[in-house]
């Protein structure tokens, strides 16, 4: 859980995972919404998956990036756990 709150920290990496929230993409689609290098995308790309925030699917010549939902509902639930115990006082 420390490497996706690692990941979010970043306002990039959290403007990649809005715009995967719309659609899954390719690095380049990606890419294009950002004045940044595609290698800098490439790095941030990489830190999300290492996080587990995103999967990627070799799909043809490219690869394509979407969400993974499953870590989104366990960073959810963690965070809900407090207001959980704040009812119990």
Request: cysteine-free.
């Amino acid at each position: 859980m420390n490497e996706a709150f690692k990941a979010l920290s970043d306002p990039t990496r959290r403007k990649i995972l809005d715009l995967l929230k719309e659609r899954d993409m390719t690095a380049g689609e990606i890419a294009d919404h950002f004045n940044i290098s595609k290698p800098s995308i490439s790095q941030h790309l990489k830190l999300l998956k290492h996080a587990g925030l995103i999967h990627d699917e070799k799909q043809g010549q490219f690869i394509i990036y979407s969400l993974n939902i499953t870590v989104f509902q366990e960073l959810i639930s963690w965070a809900f756990s407090f207001t959980d115990k704040k009812g119990d006082q």
